[in-house]
């Protein structure tokens, strides 16, 4: 699984946070500009249809929409306690998932089935992860899949990607947006990361979502998942 150095490299130019809406169907949000950034020992996968370096998107009309910020204190790293949470997700198959994740947030099954999410008391702050589907692609082409979601939404929901990048070790894939939460214009900060097992196809989709000043916290909180995850299946009945 990605080290926890590479979730915080990721993080340090100052990416912002996002909400959990939405997993492989998209986030029913809007894109407004496209960069990328590799981090120390990862490579750039690049965007479909665009050069390394270069935004792989213009909006059709810059949103006047004004976003408010939330001043909330920052959640820190060291205050995070974590355990193992066990849970079923089903789509194609049912996937039986362990992960560690903070201790306090509250488990709530999502519908459609193929997602668990955890929920901070506060609700500022959530993981998602995603299981159920068929092993089949490496992490990398999820993450274009995703990129192809968010490139095809109407700009005025104010979704940027920072970057997206694949360690070359684990094959894992990590995306990193912000964008406007609709529940109360504020603007907010997610990381997404697709999980490869030890053949290089991806096996969970894990999100954390927060705010802007949580970037570190949200990067413990991701490595934390990610490293150790683990799925296995078994036919629906």
Not at 195 to 220: F, H, K, M, R, Y
């Amino acid at each position: 699984m990605a080290g926890r150095g590479v979730g915080r490299a990721l993080l340090g130019s100052g990416l912002l946070a996002v909400t959990l809406l939405g997993g492989a169907g998209g986030y029913g949000l809007g894109l407004v500009t496209t960069g990328q950034q590799a981090s120390a020992g990862t490579t750039a996968a690049p965007l479909p249809g665009a050069s390394a370096g270069t935004p792989s998107s213009t909006p059709s009309s810059t949103p006047s929409r004004k976003l408010r910020r939330d001043d909330s204190e920052p959640l820190q790293a060291d205050d995070i306690r974590y355990r193992t949470r066990v849970f079923d997700v089903s789509s194609v198959v049912r996937s039986h998932v362990s992960v560690r994740v903070p201790s306090r947030w509250e488990m709530t099954l999502q519908d459609p089935v193929k997602d668990m999410k955890f929920n901070e008391p506060e609700r500022r702050r959530a993981v998602r992860v995603q299981g159920g589907f068929k092993i089949t692609r490496p992490p990398e082409d999820s993450m274009k899949v995703r990129i192809g979601q968010f490139k095809a939404l109407p700009a005025d929901k104010m979704v940027s990607v920072l970057s997206h990048t694949v360690d070359p070790a684990t094959k894992n894939a990590t995306l990193t947006y912000n964008y406007a939460d609709p529940d109360n214009n504020t603007l907010k900060l997610g990381l997404i990361r697709w999980v490869a097992d030890d053949e290089g196809l991806c096996i969970l989709e894990i999100a954390v979502t927060g705010l802007p000043q949580d970037e570190s916290a949200l990067a413990d909180i991701l490595d934390h998942a990610s490293e150790s995850a683990t799925r296995s299946d078994e036919p629906l009945n």
